[in-house]
């Protein structure tokens, strides 16, 4: 079975002596196979997440609900179960601040990605008016500096049910409370090619630096800031005596471009995630997708001088 045919089980809270072992426990006695299990703490909080064939369980879903709803007031922590088909329509939430462009596009594309975006959450009020122009339920979650009520994000987010959490150019970073619920469904946008220039201010790093080539990069967002698993990237060139603003031209609609791209990549369940580096899955159409600067790329490449066998000088005895 594939991962997007599977049940995921999710444990979020603090670390305990016998957690795995009573959740687990709980699964092997309703007959319900564990095909992956994966489990980290960070900042004295818990996160293992699970994927299981159910198929053969014993007892309704309701059952198994109700169960590990049960067990986690017992173990206090949060437990979250997502059958595959509990919805035909996936659910995007996404985050912003004050910059549109990316979201812009997200909302133009709505109708082309086989999902609706339920929500934005912003932690400033900005872009309130780009959400009502697409008819799009808006929340400001931040105080007059910016700063997020992340309970209040996670509320939001179990509210609007999302599937998918997409940090459209958001510029905040995501605790682990946030990160851990929803590992392996939330994709950022970064300004630059990772792992080069990570954190803020990324154009700027990349004009002090001096860089002739700077980019773009759609990535999954872990604990640790800029490091996720990337999906697809893009580059554009620095002019000679370019100024940040002019890296900001260049990138931005790249920007909108790579984050789409891996949307669909994620919501098609056409990448993969493997020690910590996404591939396409063997089903996926390579066609529909750039990934990276495609074939004129590697047209303008040169293909030699390559290394070849080396010849040990002959010598006469």
């Known amino acids: 079975m594939t ?28 007959g319900i196979n564990i095909e992956d299990l994966d489990q980290a703490v960070r900042d004295d909080l818990f996160r293992m997440t699970m994927h299981v064939d159910a198929t053969g369980m014993e007892g309704t879903r309701e059952e198994l609900r109700a169960n590990l709803d049960e ?23 996404v985050l912003v601040t004050k910059e549109s462009h990316c979201l812009e596009q997200l909302c133009a594309a709505e109708e082309d990605l086989d999902a609706e975006i339920s929500v934005v959450i912003g932690n400033h009020p900005d872009l309130e008016p780009v959400a009502d122009e697409y008819g799009v ?22 509210e609007y049910d999302a599937d998918l959490v997409v940090l459209a150019r958001y510029m905040r970073i995501l605790g682990p409370n946030v990160v851990f619920r929803y590992e392996g469904r939330i994709v950022n946008v970064h300004p630059s090619l990772l792992p080069a220039f990570p954190g ?41 005596g370019a100024p940040v603003e002019t890296l900001k031209e260049r990138g931005q609609p790249l920007e909108a471009e790579v984050l789409l791209e891996a949307v669909r990549l994620h919501l098609a369940d056409d990448v993969a995630v493997h020690r910590g580096r996404t591939e396409l899955r063997e089903e996926a159409d390579e066609s529909d997708y750039q990934l990276g600067m495609g074939p004129e790329l590697d047209r ?17 005895d």
Do not use: M, W
């Open 3 to 30: 991962r997007s045919e599977l049940t995921e089980i999710t444990v979020v809270g603090d670390d305990d002596t016998g957690l795995v072992a009573r959740v687990t426990t709980l699964l092997f006695e309703r």
């Open 71 to 93: 067990l986690g007031d017992d173990l206090g922590v949060d437990v979250r179960v997502r059958f595959p088909d509990d919805r035909e329509t996936k659910r995007i939430a």
């Open 137 to 158: 339920p808006f929340h400001d979650i931040g105080d007059q500096q910016g700063n997020a009520d992340e309970e209040q994000l996670l509320d939001l987010l179990g």
């Open 200 to 240: 803020a201010k990324a154009y700027r790093q990349a004009k002090e630096a001096g860089v002739r080539i700077a980019g773009v990069t759609a990535h999954y967002v872990t604990t640790d800031l800029d490091q996720g698993p990337i999906v697809a990237q893009r580059a554009f060139n620095v002019p000679d």
């Open 300 to 316: 303008a490449t040169p293909d030699g001088p390559t290394d070849g066998p080396v010849v040990a000088p002959q010598t006469n």
